[in-house]
Structures are given as C-alpha cells and as structure tokens.
C-alpha cells in the first residue's frame, strides 16, 4: 500500500477486540517490552490463517503493515501457543489474570526488555504449575515481580511510617508493613504474621523454578495471591476484572 511499511514483531498477544464482523484488534507485549496493537483483518473468519496465531497467550512472530492509524498484521507465525492451558480452567483464568496486569504495565512506544521474559516465563508456570496453590503463587509472583519493577516494589523491612523493624500491619496504600503504633493511624491495615511477610518477600526474590519446587498449603498461597491483587488494582489504579475473577476478590 502507498504510504505504508512493514516492520517484524515478536510478541505475546495479551487481549483481542473484536472489530467489525471479522476482524480483531490485538494488544501485545513485544520481546522489547512495548505495547503493540494491530488490526488483525479476517482473524475471527472461519479457517483464517491468521486465527491460530492470533489466540490469547500466543507468542507469534508477526509482520504489521505500518501507516496511518494501527498497523495491519500480513502475517503471522506461531512460536508458542500455549494450547494446554485451555483444558484447565484454573489455569485458563491465571492466564488471563496475569495478561491483563501484563497490558496494564506496559506502554506504546516505551521498550523495557525485562517484561516479554517474564510475562513467557510466567505463561510457562501457568501450563507447569501442579495444582491451585501453585497458580495462586504463579500469578501473586508475576504480579509483586512486575510491580516491584515498574516502581511499585513493597517495603517489607521496616514500618513505613517510622521506620522500626517490627512490622505487624501491612497496607497496600501506605507501601508495605507498619508497626502497631503507625497503623492505629492508617485505614486498612491488616494483620500480618512474620511468616506471610517472608512468603511476600520470597516471590519477589525466588525464580519460578524455585517457586514451583516448593511446598505451599492454599491457605497460604491465597492470601498471597489476594494481596497481590490488592496490591495491583491500588497501585495501578484500576479495576482487574480477570484477576478478581480468579482471587474472588
């Protein structure tokens, strides 16, 4: 087409809009770490070449038509499709959890190289991870992670108010653990024990690989994974329908 080019992505489809009959807008997370979104002509088409490749959690390798308004995609390849996932429905709903804080973190036009591998990284876990416990862990682990990257990383350490070590509240608006003397003055802090502070700090720190090897009870990974989206709809300032969804919050 006169007045467009064509430039290759790599990138993992976290929403589809439909568009027209047919058609779809795809919001992705390129391996630079930029939302792209791109018209998908013919994607909800019966026996579409692009509708395999255009699926949600799909790490494709596609080529966009660029011009005026969003890009077009001319063509796209699968890498990894992620396809187990849809046989479990927890895991389905981790999913979708996780994409829908991963689109919220991520900006046009702004590259961050470290969000594509974790956000793949995460997707792997979902398909790998042996139970709810595990997938509770999965998605409060890629979210505190995001999080703590994008700038909104708990103090865990000490009150945030005063600076003592002995932290026995924890509130997401104020930033992490209070003391008992700063949190009579702060609404919503909650009671936490040392042990659940440490889980909180071991998501943030421990590899996924470490993460699944280790033995969790679902009381203890349901709170993480319920203070992992209250930490993200406060600090994102947003409401996260997929990730109330999935906590029940």
């Known amino acids: 087409?006169?007045?467009?080019?064509?430039?290759?992505?790599?990138?993992?489809?976290?929403?589809?809009?439909?568009?027209?009959?047919?058609?779809?807008?795809?919001?992705?997370?390129?391996?630079?770490?930029?939302?792209?979104?791109?018209?998908?002509?013919?994607?909800?088409?019966?026996?579409?070449?692009?509708?395999?490749?255009?699926?949600?959690?799909?790490?494709?390798?596609?080529?966009?038509?660029?011009?005026?308004?969003?890009?077009?995609?001319?063509?796209a390849q699968l890498i990894t499709g992620h396809k187990h996932l849809s046989y479990d429905l927890d895991a389905l709903s981790c999913a979708s959890a996780i994409c829908e804080v991963a689109r919220m973190t991520c900006y046009e036009d702004v590259e961050d190289p470290f969000l594509h591998p974790l956000l793949a990284r995460?997707?792997?876990?979902?398909?790998?991870?042996?139970?709810?416990?595990?997938l509770d862990v999965v998605y409060a682990a890629y979210t505190f992670k995001v999080l703590s990257h994008c700038g909104w990383r708990p103090i865990l350490n000490t009150?945030?108010?005063?600076g003592e070590q002995c932290g026995t509240r924890f509130c997401t608006l104020a930033g992490g653990v209070l003391c008992e003397s700063c949190a009579k003055d702060v609404e919503g802090a909650m009671p936490v024990e040392t042990w659940q502070v440490e889980w909180i700090r071991a998501i943030i720190g421990l590899t996924f690989d470490k993460l699944m090897a280790a033995e969790i009870d679902q009381a203890t990974a349901g709170f993480l994974s319920s203070i992992a989206h209250e930490w993200a709809a406060t600090h994102l300032d947003c409401r996260l329908r997929a990730s109330e969804f999935f906590t029940g919050a």
């Open 122 to 134: 995460s997707l792997d876990a979902c398909e790998q991870a042996q139970g709810r416990a595990h």
């Open 159 to 162: 009150c945030v108010s005063c």
């Open 1 to 75: 087409m006169p007045g467009r080019r064509s430039k290759r992505y790599r990138a993992i489809v976290l929403d589809r809009t439909k568009l027209r009959e047919q058609d779809l807008i795809l919001t992705t997370l390129s391996l630079g770490g930029e939302q792209i979104r791109a018209v998908a002509k013919g994607a909800r088409k019966p026996g579409s070449r692009l509708a395999a490749s255009t699926e949600l959690f799909c790490d494709i390798d596609f080529l966009v038509s660029e011009g005026r308004g969003l890009p077009i995609v001319t063509e």
